[in-house]
């Protein structure tokens, strides 16, 4: 293990060792990051990162980790957690976003501001970096509809300004970002009814909480959405909803979510996707891409 005595000194209690998965993932599983990190500026951020190259140290970034899978063995290195990071500046018809905010406080803010096109997006859990990165999106609309531009630190520690035409994204994927650190992004928008928008909103959040297993952990829609179908629909179809596997479930409310159950460990859960995918493609034919990261060895 790497000497992590400089880290504590300059992060104090923002800086953790030994911190199970099940404190910074949605899943509520995993094994323990080695150390974690919470940057309170993005030059903290940029320090942070500055040492882990330094010393030849693993470090990865994660927003709300609503999109992972931890590894049981757990993540070796530096996991910088950005939630500090959380300013949100709304002005005109513009919106800027520090990576750790909520993305919920973006598609809420601007839906009241009267600001269209993101207000179906409410209710993702994850954070504005993660939102980007992955270009999160629900109910026809995603992220990069009102991107425009993406502050961020390149592979050397250097911040850049990348505007949307030049990064190259697409569903569920913004493989433009690839290797850099988002600190902000800003969102520009057409003009709406507040009103008619926050019904949008409600409307979305409603059809969320009758529809996907909110009340048990999960890391969301397991699989990405097959051309001309949906991955719940197969599952569905090939009889695997309440499927389990230790602590593990095929949801039985929304058959595209994975959810932890009660005790579930990472195995268990990745056990499940690969049962789940090798079912699906035996009846269907249909080769399910994973939308969840996996981190760590699995
Ligand atoms: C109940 C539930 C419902 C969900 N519904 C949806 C949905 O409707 N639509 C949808 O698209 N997703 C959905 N998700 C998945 C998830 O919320 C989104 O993918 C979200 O955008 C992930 O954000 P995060 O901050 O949690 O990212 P994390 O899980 O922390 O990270 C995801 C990836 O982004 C990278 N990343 C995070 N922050 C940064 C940064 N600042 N710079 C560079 N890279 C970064 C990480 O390294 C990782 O590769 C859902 C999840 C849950 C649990």
């Given at each position: 293990m790497p000497d992590y005595s400089a880290l504590k000194e300059k992060f104090g209690p923002h800086c953790l060792f030994g911190e199970p998965a099940a404190s910074f993932t949605t899943y509520r599983a995993g094994g323990a990051a080695e150390a974690l990190l919470r940057p309170g500026t993005p030059e903290e951020l940029r320090w942070a990162c500055a040492w882990c190259r330094a010393g030849g140290t693993p470090w990865r970034v994660l927003g709300r980790g609503s999109n992972v899978l931890v590894s049981d063995r757990g993540l070796p290195g530096v996991t910088i957690l950005t939630g500090r990071l959380a300013a949100v500046d709304l002005k005109g018809g513009a919106l800027e976003a520090q990576a750790g905010a909520a993305w919920d406080e973006v598609a809420r803010l601007s839906a009241e501001a009267g600001l269209a096109g993101l207000e179906k997006t409410s209710g993702i859990p994850g954070s504005v970096g993660g939102a980007v990165r992955m270009n999160a999106g629900a109910f026809g609309q995603?992220?990069?509809?009102?991107?425009?531009s993406v502050r961020a630190f390149d592979g050397a520690g250097r911040e850049i300004t990348l505007l949307k035409k030049d990064i190259v994204h697409g569903y569920r994927r913004a493989e433009g970002l690839d290797g850099l650190i988002v600190l902000s992004a800003r969102f520009e928008f057409q003009p709406g009814d507040p009103a008619m928008l926050l019904q949008d909103r409600s409307c979305v959040l409603a059809s969320r909480e009758a529809k996907q297993p909110l009340d048990y952990p999960s890391a969301g829609s397991v699989f990405k959405r097959p051309q001309n179908d949906y991955a719940s629909r197969l599952i569905d179809a090939a009889g695997l909803k309440g499927l389990r596997v230790g602590g593990a479930e095929v949801s039985p409310k929304h058959a595209g979510f994975i959810v932890n159950?009660?005790?579930?460990t990472a195995a268990d859960i990745y056990a499940l996707i690969c049962r789940v995918r090798a079912a699906v493609k035996e009846k269907t034919g249909v080769d399910l891409q994973l939308e969840q990261i996996l981190l760590g060895d699995f």
């Open positions: 995603e992220t990069f509809d009102r991107l425009a159950a009660g005790g579930a």
